[in-house]
């Protein structure tokens, strides 16, 4: 299993020059904090890749799964491939042109109670 060939056959030659332009206006369309949804496209020990519909591919690794803090995940565990998986934006790897996603709560101090 090598990653980068594995999605460079669901998303072509992402990293391109020529898709440079893409890639740049992405950062714009969807900033951090941006939700999204995605297929599942394949799974590693380290995490899963998304498909979200923009061209490039998006990394939920498994210490950003939901429950990451309270559980451990075994690979069994991971969403399937062909599942639909929803998180938000976290940053971007420009070297490898990756979207990174969390689905972990990004105030879990808080626990759902307002500061009003």
Do not use: C
């Not at 380290?46 to 061209?55: A, C, E, K, N, S």
């Not at 490898?96 to 709560?105: A, E, M, N």
């Amino acid at each position: 299993m090598n990653p980068t060939k594995d999605l460079e056959l669901r998303f072509g030659d992402f990293s391109s020059p020529e898709k440079t332009p893409d890639w740049e206006l992405l950062k714009t369309r969807l900033p951090a904090g941006s939700r999204v949804s995605g297929e599942v496209v394949a799974r590693y020990i380290f995490g899963i890749f998304l498909d979200i519909g923009v061209g490039f591919p998006a990394l939920l690794e498994v210490i950003q799964f939901e429950e990451a803090r309270r559980r451990r995940y075994n690979f069994e565990d991971y969403p399937a491939v062909g599942s639909t998986v929803t998180a938000r934006v976290v940053s971007f790897r420009e070297r490898v042109r990756q979207i990174d996603l969390t689905q972990l709560d990004p105030h879990p101090h808080l626990d759902g109670r307002s500061s009003a």
